[in-house]
């Protein structure tokens, strides 16, 4: 079992910058790839950047440019930089990792979620 903790959400205003950390815990052989979600008030939850393990990171079209997934392969742990945020950036943003182990093998987990208020 993996489990997600995040942290780095809260209030801000239109232009500000917020960083987001998940750090993942438990019985784990390998990550695949983590990743940011949000989901948005009354909108589902679309992927905002994913970082796989072997592979270049990805982002939605709405923050390319804006915001920056990196990674600390030791710590297990996946970081999202905002800057410029917006008041359509507002939401609850969900941490995910896909991770491997011989028990379970590659099961996706998911954080509690941490909530970003973009104010304009």
């Known amino acids: 079992q993996v489990h997600l903790v995040e942290s780095g959400g809260g209030l801000v205003q239109a232009g500000g910058s917020l960083r987001l950390s998940c750090e993942a815990l438990g019985r784990i052989f390998k990550i695949n790839s983590m990743a940011w979600y949000r989901e948005a008030p009354g909108k589902g939850r679309d992927m905002v950047a994913e970082?796989?393990?072997?592979?270049?990171?990805k982002y939605g079209d709405s923050v390319k440019g804006r915001f920056t997934i990196s990674r600390d392969f030791a710590k297990n742990m996946v970081y999202l930089q905002m800057n410029n945020l917006q008041p359509e950036d507002t939401g609850v943003y969900y941490c995910?990792?896909?991770?491997?182990?011989?028990?379970?093998?590659?099961?996706?987990?998911w954080g509690q979620g941490t909530q970003v208020t973009v104010s304009s």
């Open positions: 970082i796989p393990s072997e592979s270049p990171a």
């Open positions: 995910n990792t896909n991770a491997y182990d011989f028990s379970t093998g590659s099961v996706s987990y």
